[in-house]
């Protein structure tokens, strides 16, 4: 997480020389510091570090209070049968009464969250390895309920600020919890001009080359 800034000394990890980086900062794109290069505008399109770092530990704090909800339910539940199937007479039941109980009840809660998760996959606006956003379904009926995910997901395909580029996978969005974010906030795009000069899609090509050698190495 850079913020957008890359340092002086980063220049040729990213392949990248002082003159493409004076063309950048010519066409508008760049903005130098005393420390650096900082991409122009960078804010209005990406968290910042700390606005990520809170995120992270906000998630945390949300997944392990849903791990102790789960662990607690857990423990009511069972206490609950036991204390019943004392009262009722658990030891003196009939050989072979009840075998088999469970089964039906087992595959129609099966059977209904796959037919929920179709109704989330319809709902989700990525349409995007859909076995793996399953897999992560599965595990997520554990903590919420279904409807609430579904809601979720039609508020996020709806939301006007969302962006296709940007939308997440269904499994990502999933495992992150992302059905209790807030509505995505609103992007100040002025001042960012496109065009279709030969100049300026090349300063647009060199930007696009050092932007993604710096993802390598924040990796």
Do not use: C
Not at 44 to 51: A, G, R, S, W
Not at 123 to 139: G, H, I, N
């Amino acid at each position: 997480m850079t913020d957008g800034l890359l340092p002086y000394q980063s220049l040729g990890m990213v392949r990248g020389s002082k003159q493409a980086a004076q063309e950048l900062i010519d066409a508008g794109l760049w903005l130098e510091t005393p420390d650096g290069w900082v991409f122009h505008d960078w804010l209005d399109y990406q968290y910042t570090k700390d606005e990520v770092e809170a995120r992270r530990a906000h998630d945390r704090e949300r997944k392990r209070r849903q791990r102790g909800k789960a662990v607690d339910n857990d423990v009511t539940v069972g206490v609950t049968r036991d204390s019943r199937d004392l009262s009722q007479g658990e030891s003196q039941r009939i050989p072979g009464e009840g075998e088999g109980e469970g089964k039906g009840s087992s595959s129609s809660l099966i059977k209904s969250n796959e037919e929920r998760f179709d109704e989330f996959w319809k709902a989700y606006p990525k349409k995007a390895d859909k076995q793996t956003a399953k897999r992560a379904w599965v595990k997520a009926v554990r903590l919420v309920d279904p409807q609430v995910m579904i809601d979720a997901a039609l508020r996020y395909r709806n939301d006007p600020n969302r962006e296709d580029a940007f939308t997440k996978n269904a499994a990502t969005w999933l495992n992150a919890g992302a059905w209790e974010n807030d509505p995505l906030p609103a992007r100040v795009r002025e001042g960012r001009k496109t065009g279709g000069e030969s100049r300026m899609d090349h300063y647009a090509d060199i930007a696009a080359k050092l932007t993604n050698g710096m993802g390598q190495i924040e990796s």
